[in-house]
């Protein structure tokens, strides 16, 4: 239920906020905030606990924090369907979990890299998050780890292929909606090319009978002289 663990948080937060040895916790009860109130919908609210977690983890030179913080924010962004800006954060936690020896936090961090440059058209680039993205996710969920859970390395394999055929589909399809759009652009050049030709035609024809019978006025006056 997100309003209790609002509530929760909340309270957490306000303890925290008293207790001076406690306020470097701050930055991830921040983000937790954040992102309740992004799921219920109050994007201000969210934006603004995500920007607080930001000030607490870049003052305590909290790497950790800093890392969710910004992938929060990319996260937050994408909800909004502004993916240049989702990209930008997701970036700024990549450089930082890089230094991390967690698998898991570079995984997540590259799944949403892939799944943003997707969405801005740029497919070189998703397909090397995707790429990271399961190489990374492999190294984290190792054989025996993944026999814990009841699952095998062959699901992470297919999951990565499919997401890879997705990327190769989307370009696939951008690539011919780029070609019917040239077609359908020279088709409409060639047709307006015609009419103006044919337009041409009408109007040169009808030129020609103007001045035959202009002429054959001219002769008539002449006769009518002699």
Request: no cysteine; hydrophobic share 40%.
């Amino acid at each position: 239920n997100l309003q209790k663990a609002l509530g929760f948080t909340l309270k957490a937060k306000a303890f925290q906020e008293k207790n001076a040895s406690l306020n470097r916790d701050l930055s991830i009860t921040y983000v937790r905030l954040g992102s309740i109130y992004q799921h219920i919908n109050h994007k201000d609210s969210a934006l603004f606990y995500f920007n607080k977690a930001l000030i607490i983890a870049k003052e305590y030179e909290d790497a950790s924090s800093l890392g969710e913080t910004y992938k929060s924010l990319g996260t937050f962004y994408a909800s909004l369907n502004d993916y240049n800006k989702a990209l930008f954060y997701y970036k700024q936690s990549l450089e930082i979990v890089k230094e991390s020896p967690n698998p898991i936090d570079k995984y997540t961090v590259y799944e949403s890299l892939a799944d943003a440059a997707v969405h801005v058209g740029d497919y070189k680039n998703a397909s090397v998050y995707y790429k990271n993205y399961a190489q990374w996710k492999d190294s984290a969920f190792s054989t025996n780890t993944l026999e814990a859970l009841g699952r095998t390395k062959m699901t992470v394999q297919m999951e990565a292929e499919r997401k890879q055929k997705e990327i190769e589909l989307r370009a696939e399809r951008k690539r011919q909606n780029l070609i019917i759009g040239f077609s359908a652009f020279g088709l409409t050049v060639a047709i307006l090319f015609v009419l103006v030709i044919f337009n041409s035609y009408k109007r040169k024809k009808r030129d020609n009978i103007i001045l035959a019978k202009q002429k054959e006025e001219i002769e008539e006056q002449k006769k009518s002289i002699m």
